[in-house]
T-cell receptor, first 110, second 116 residues
């Protein structure tokens, strides 16, 4: 079956670095997405990984290890506006049906 | 429009009533998705359209839920005989085409459905 696991909550300090992990189990693999969702708002796309390794995009980076079924999102130089939920999502193999994790609620403290 | 729009933004209804939720995707996007999101949870897949056809409706919880996209653009999610458990935020997303990074989904603001 398909399954995604993420920590429920994390807390970090403004200016710090935080790593949000995601482990997944799928029958095939078509890539992994990270979305950001502020409270009461729609999710917005952050990154997509289909090959192993690190993809860097400004303050945000995303890493993928297909052999381990593992990804992480790295947020650097945290800002208060980064307080949000971070959703890991994978499309099921051969389809466009997406499975989302429950999301990791990140609180950035001053 | 510039982004995905959904109407209404809020809908309060009574148990047993019928509701329709509308989604207007980004112009030119062939793929359209409906999700349901409860508090503290990630979006739960309901149905996916490629063009006018429902390519995957395996996430619809039961036959009270139905969705259409007659002209390959606007979609309507229809819920019959609403139940209190249907209360959630219903999200619509569209993407240009399936596969890879080009399948980045653009989400609408959602419709918050409350069934009393």
């Amino acid at each position: 079956g398909q399954n995604i696991d993420q920590p429920t909550e994390m807390t970090a300090t403004e200016g710090a670095i935080v790593q949000i992990n995601c482990t997944y189990q799928t029958s095939g693999f078509n890539g992994l997405f990270w979305y950001q969702q502020h409270a009461g708002e729609a999710p917005t796309f952050l990154s997509y990984n289909v090959l192993d390794g690190l993809e860097e995009k400004g303050r945000f980076s995303s890493f993928l290890s297909r052999s381990k079924g593992y990804s992480y999102l790295l947020l650097k130089e945290l800002q208060m506006k980064d307080s949000a939920s971070y959703l890991c999502a994978v499309p099921t193999s051969g389809t466009y049906k997406y499975i989302f994790g429950t999301g990791t609620r990140l609180k950035v403290l001053a | 429009g510039a982004g995905v729009s959904q109407t209404p933004s809020n809908k309060v209804t009574e148990k047993g009533k019928y509701v329709e939720l509308r989604c207007d995707p980004i112009s030119g996007h062939t793929a359209l998705y409906w999700y349901r999101q409860s508090l503290g949870q990630g979006p739960e897949f309901l149905i996916y359209f490629q063009g006018t056809g429902a390519a995957d409706d395996s996430g619809l919880p039961n036959d009270r839920f139905f969705a259409v996209r007659p002209e390959g653009s606007v979609s309507t999610l229809k819920i019959q005989r609403t139940e209190r458990g249907d209360s959630a935020v219903y999200l619509c997303a569209s993407s240009l085409i399936g596969g890879g990074a080009s399948n980045e989904q653009f989400f609408g603001p959602g419709t918050r459905l409350t069934v009393l």
